[in-house]
């Protein structure tokens, strides 16, 4: 069974600054990593995901997220927020075996300020 | 149009009576989920179906059940709802597990 931990509950940045959520997970075998967001009072959209290749992911709206095998890491960075990045990012972890579908961790909110 | 369309998106019942969840999507994804969200829980999953009439238990499934007569349907039944199945339920879609795509979720109240 794989577990995701994302250690940060709430973040809190100003408009402009860079952003860094971090996920780890513990699986033994092969595993998709991705990342969603959820703005209040809507469903989650995909963000980003990692199987294999080069370890930085590039995705939407200026997201990236870097693979590290050695540390069970998947973290999420963005190099300047905007107001609208004001939601909660969830860390999601699967086994090749696309059977088990999405393990999610329990998100961090970020809040962006003027 | 890839969306996904959850019907209610608010809905209030009391305790014993039968609920019933709808979810459609329209981009012919053969996985569908139905997900929980509780504050300080996460996402939890409840049910996976990979076609018509071939679902799975996910992590949370008593209590709960579903159906799938058709690929772009997928729906959540409890009968005899309780308080602790108050929540956000969250449909979703996927043509692999690659990526999920989420409806907006149905806010579910049961007094």
């Known amino acids: 069974t794989q577990t995701v931990s994302q250690s940060d509950a709430h973040v809190t940045v100003f408009e402009g600054d860079s952003v860094e959520l971090r996920c780890n997970y513990s699986?033994?075998?092969?595993?998709?990593l991705s990342w969603y967001i959820q703005h209040h009072g809507r469903g989650l959209q995909f963000l980003l995901k990692?199987?294999?290749?080069?370890?930085v992911v590039q995705g939407v709206n200026g997201f990236e997220a870097e693979f590290s095998k050695s540390d069970s890491s998947f973290h999420l960075r963005k190099a300047s927020v905007h107001w609208s990045d004001s939601a909660v990012y969830f860390c999601a972890a699967s086994p090749n075996n696309y059977a088990q579908g999405l393990t999610f961790g329990l998100g961090t909110r970020v809040s962006v300020f003027p | 149009d890839m969306k996904v369309t959850q019907m209610p998106r608010y809905l209030i019942k009391r305790m014993g009576e039968n609920v019933l969840l709808e979810c459609g999507q329209d981009?012919?994804?053969?996985?569908m989920y139905w997900y929980r969200q509780d504050p300080g829980l996460g996402l939890q999953l409840i049910y996976i179906?990979?076609?018509?009439?071939?679902?799975s238990e996910g992590d949370i499934p008593k209590g709960y059940r579903v159906s799938r007569k058709k690929r772009e349907h997928f729906s959540l039944i409890l009968d005899s709802a309780k308080t602790n199945q108050t929540s956000v339920y969250f449909c979703a879609s996927s043509y692999s597990n690659e990526r999920l795509f989420f409806g907006h979720g149905t806010k579910l109240s049961v007094l």
């Open positions: 981009m012919s994804h053969e996985t």
């Open positions: 699986y033994g075998g092969s595993i998709y």
């Open positions: 179906s990979y076609d018509v009439d071939s679902n």
């Open positions: 990692y199987y294999s290749g080069n370890p």
